[in-house]
């Protein structure tokens, strides 16, 4: 592949990226989620799990600490999720969703799914399972 293929084929993930991620947040807006994409990643990852740490959680979301750091204070702050000392290493906290937090997830899961949903319209599974192989395979061509 030449570089200028390359570059365009990169552009048009990056773009699409891009504008999945301001689709979500501007449905988030409009329909008063009292959460953004990243603090939503955020809820149903601990909504998956009994309690992660915050490098747990930094994996499954992409975020680095500081981000992530920013992200739960909110979270926090919102009633949505709780730090508990982590039980074998003082100087690290487990996370975990309270009952709001639950509450939150449950409310917008189905809504949330509709925003998705509205992306993949027009394609069938065999597009699905083509997409799928075709992301999984860049991302493990950039395994460390």
Known sequence: MTYEQFSKYSFLLDRTARRVKQYAQRKFK?????VTV??????KNLSESEALSQSELAHLVFKDHPTLTRIIDI???KGYVARLPHPQDRRSFQLLLTDTGKEKVLELK????????????NLNQDDFNEFKRILDTIYTNLED
């Open 30 to 34: 409009q329909q008063a989620f009292d």
């Open 38 to 43: 990243d603090q939503w990643l955020v809820l």
């Open 75 to 77: 979270l926090c702050k």
């Open 110 to 121: 189905p809504q949330v799914s509709e925003i998705r949903q509205e992306a993949w319209k």
